[in-house]
């Protein structure tokens, strides 16, 4: 419906406001809202401009103008090399942010952009893991560009406003309401070559994304999970109705070019001291307090030193309760 | 006729001289209490007139006026009452004048010329002996407690008539027995009731040892209370001036009255405890918890029940060791040189770590963490995560017990006290930034891990500090001369997250291989 022109879609949907509306419309400046957005210091990009992303004009309503925060050459950029989207659950369990992070990073030292929406749980963990490996990210706003949303994300909003790019199709210091996230989710789906469920319960925003996705032909992953969480009840009903299984960066890549086309090289690891060594393997099979690595022959005091030494060095992570997890 | 007997009024916990001076002229009869006093000090003379007529002593039937000199000093409670009752006698000439300006006299009378507990008698005697007045006249129950300070003859009297016969030279009655204390039934708390914990009953030892604080976190019923009360059983012992000092407030706030205290305090508010409650406050002020913890342990259960504003009132004093409360025109200081060790649970719904228990989102941790006052967990050098022991742990023997722990600690702590001898601070937790500078130099590998750590967010800027002094006392704890850089990881593991709960270090960011591992 928002594909109709401006005076159909008012006359449709406004009812009794609608003289207010048009005249609203009439009153509209585009001179002073293109100061607004050089003012906050967004880029803009036209949707008859022939640099604009390709991939949006499939969709039945392509945006009027893409806002990019950060530097405007650099996001066409991005966005003309291979991406992946990765999306989730806020509420995503500690499992579910590991898998997120991990096939970010993957998948990021593959070469391939990720776009997110930024959102709290996976969203932020699939950013981070891309950020974490110097790769590319996308994140496209429910809001305006220029407002980190949700505002507790600030820095990460910062970090990838340095190297990566801000989107959104909403004009700067636009306030996000309740229509607007799924709205975004259609970018996300369209700008992605693949889209990457992680986590999502049954009525998830991220199946939303999929679902988009599916609509424009676009290849859909999602990661299964236990058949009795809240939380894996939309990735395995994605997967039952024939998405791709995603365990594993391969996984998308296979996906995505082929199977065996693009191959991603795992990092190997590089051997540790022995004392190290053992400790990583203690806790890797679930040793995971200092009291646990203990009864696996740790002095407390070898276990903390080695531990920090591991968590370091990133390795090793600090998850819920103090437990130490091997970061995947 | 003219007469002047010494007392001291505590303000705060501290003494401050007070004379009584009782003056009789003719004029009707009347008596008049002038200098500032309180409701009790008011309705002392009616005290004083009663006990005096029922000692075998006259009431004079003229014009009685008492002056409680310096004027200016509010003058609180009963404890003017038997100086107040002498200073009479002597006025009215039924004792001597000259005999009694020799002696300090403190103390609650009763109608029947009894002299009532009082508390404060230390307070009492530590001013008498630095306003050199070399004889003190308590009531009998607190004459021990008296005694404590040296150089002072004590007399420790049931009435006002004995208190008059002293002051006419009469031997003064011996000092009370010690009061039987009852047989210790069962043990106190022993690290050796801990199974598992090893993470736990380590960090115990390192906050004993340096005085640092600790944060114990846990969902609920992993034993963090338990730990937190063994905590006084690897304390090292108490300096006598230190139990002297402690001593003193307990018996000003009527906690103690027998002797000298000589272990350390332990206590554990509950968390409905007002601002006025935990720092000290009223009118007049009184001292809070954390001046009863002075020179022991100040334990916070459920930290994050707490009002917010009752933990940042503790900030100051934590960090000064003293609190100054101001109540309309008075100020008064009270020391709290106190150990803080708090127990929280690591979510709202506590579960955080127990298998897939904890529902709690994100935000819902964030609000959690905010509840808890930041400025103040900043101060915490310790964060130790208590986990539920496995089974295997339950059945398994104990890590270690109080007395073994009690002398690593008593070692450590002669190291420190070695090292900073000519310095202000008395351990490790009080090292500032020079001293940490001067006397915990770093190899440049260490200094490196240290950089490293702070690049990848383990660390904030304050952090750094906090986790020299940690591994400072880990150090003295292992009898190292030197800080190296196992301490330094020691340390850094029991250090608190600089970020969000649940946010990864940027440690990839290191690459593969990185400089840490070599």
């Keep these: 419906m928002l594909a109709l022109p401006d005076d159909e879609l008012i006359a449709a949907l406004a009812g009794r406001r609608r003289p207010g509306i048009e005249r609203e419309l009439c009153r509209l400046d585009v001179g002073a809202l293109r100061a607004r957005a050089s003012v906050a210091g967004l880029g803009l990009i036209c949707r008859c401009d022939p640099a604009y992303p390709a991939q949006l004009r499939s969709l039945d309503a392509p945006p009027a103008v893409l806002h990019v925060s950060g530097s405007l050459e650099r996001a066409l950029a991005l966005l003309e090399r291979d991406s992946v989207a990765i999306v989730g659950a806020r509420r995503a369990s500690g499992y579910g942010l590991d898998v997120a992070r991990s096939l970010a990073r993957g998948l990021a030292t593959a070469g391939l952009t990720v776009i997110s929406g930024m959102a709290l749980g996976t969203d932020s963990a699939a950013h981070a893991g891309t950020l974490a490996a ?74 939303v994304t999929a679902s988009y996705a599916r609509e424009l032909g676009h290849p859909v992953g999602a990661v299964p999970g236990r058949v009795t969480s809240d939380l894996a009840g939309g990735c395995n009903g994605l997967i039952r109705t024939g998405a791709t299984l995603i365990r594993r ?80 | 006729m003219l007469a002047r007997v010494c007392t001291f009024a505590i303000d705060g916990v501290d003494p401050r001289q007070v004379w009584v001076e009782v003056d009789i002229r003719s004029g009707l009869p009347a008596f008049a209490i002038v200098g500032l006093g309180d409701a009790a000090v008011r309705e002392s003379r009616e005290r004083v007139h009663s006990a005096i007529d029922n000692s075998g002593y006259e009431f004079p039937q003229r014009r009685i006026t008492a002056n409680l000199a310096p004027a200016f000093l509010r003058k609180v409670g009963p404890g003017f009452d038997a100086a107040l009752a002498l200073a009479v006698l002597a006025a009215s000439e039924q004792i001597s004048a000259k005999a009694v300006e020799c002696y300090a006299v403190f103390g609650e009378l009763s109608l029947t010329g009894a002299l009532r507990d009082s508390p404060g008698a230390l307070a009492v005697a530590e001013g008498a002996r630095r306003a050199t007045i070399g004889r003190l006249i308590v009531p009998r129950e607190r004459a021990r407690e008296a005694a404590l300070v040296g150089g002072l ?87 006598r001036a230190e139990a002297l000092e402690v001593t003193r407030i307990h018996s000003v706030a009527g906690l103690h009255a027998d002797g000298l205290l000589t272990s350390r305090p332990f206590r554990a508010p509950h968390h409905t405890i007002s601002p006025a409650g935990l720092v000290g406050g009223g009118s007049p002020p009184r001292p809070g918890e954390a001046t009863l913890a002075h020179h022991g342990v100040l334990f916070l259960d459920e930290l ?40 929280t649970n690591p979510c709202p719904c506590g579960f955080a770590g127990v298998g897939d228990r904890c529902r709690c989102g994100e935000p819902e941790l964030r609000r959690h963490q905010r509840r808890l006052s930041g400025p103040l967990l900043d101060r915490l050098d310790l964060l130790v995560n208590v986990q539920r022991p496995t089974e295997a742990e339950l059945r398994g023997p104990p890590a270690t017990t109080s007395s073994a722990a009690r002398e690593r600690v008593a070692d450590a702590r002669e190291r420190q006290r070695a090292r900073l001898a000519a310095t202000v601070a008395r351990c490790n937790g009080e090292m500032d930034v020079r001293l940490l500078r001067r006397l915990v130099p770093l190899d440049a590998r260490t200094d490196q891990l240290l950089g490293r750590a702070y690049a990848v967010g383990a660390l ?41 709960p649940g946010e990864e270090l940027g440690a990839a960011s290191l690459g593969p291989g990185g400089e840490l591992v070599a």
């Design chain 1, 134 to 207: 110097h790769g590319a990210t996308v994140a496209v706003l429910p809001g305006g560009a220029d407002r980190p949303y949700p505002a507790s994300r600030r820095p990460l909003y910062r970090r990838i406003v340095a190297t990566g790019t801000i989107l959104s199709e909403l004009p700067a210091g636009a306030a996000v309401r309740r229509w607007a996230p799924p709205a975004r989710n259609r970018l996300i789906a369209a700008l992605a070559a693949v889209t990457v469920v992680v986590e999502a319960g049954a009525r998830s925003g991220a199946l």
């Design chain 1, 249 to 328: 960066p391969q996984d998308v890549l296979d996906e995505l070019f082929g199977e065996g086309v693009v191959t991603y090289r795992e990092a190997v690891r590089p051997p540790l001291r022995e004392e190290l060594e053992r400790l990583l393997c203690a806790v890797g099979k679930g040793h995971d307090t200092i009291a646990a690595l203990g009864q696996s022959g740790f002095s407390p005091e070898q276990a903390l030193a080695g531990i920090s030494e591991l968590e370091l060095c990133g390795y090793v992570r600090r998850g819920p309760g103090g437990r130490f997890s091997v970061v995947p």
């Design chain 2, 153 to 239: 003859q004590v007399a420790g009297v049931a009435t006002l008539s004995e208190a008059a016969d002293v002051v006419m030279g009469s031997q003064p009655p011996p000092l009370p027995p010690p009061k039987p204390r009852p047989p210790a039934t069962r043990p106190g708390p022993d690290l050796a009731d801990i199974r598992g914990q090893a993470a736990g009953v380590l960090a115990l030892q390192i906050a004993a040892a340096g005085e640092h604080n600790l944060l114990l976190e846990g969902p609920p019923g992993t034993g963090k209370t338990m730990l937190a009360r063994r905590l006084p059983s690897i304390l090292p012992a108490m300096t």
């Design chain 2, 304 to 343: 994050a029940e707490f009002q917010r504003s009752s933990l940042d009132a503790l900030r100051q004093p934590l960090e000064d060791g003293h609190v100054t409360i101001v109540r309309g025109q008075r100020a008064l200081s009270f020391p709290t040189a106190f150990m803080l060790v708090a127990a």
């Design chain 2, 460 to 500: 904030s800027a304050r952090g750094r500090h906090r986790v020299l002094r940690v591994a400072r006392t880990i150090a003295d704890l292992d009898r190292s001369p030197r800080v190296t850089r196992e301490h330094v990881l020691s340390a850094l593991a029991l250090r608190q997250r600089a970020g969000a």
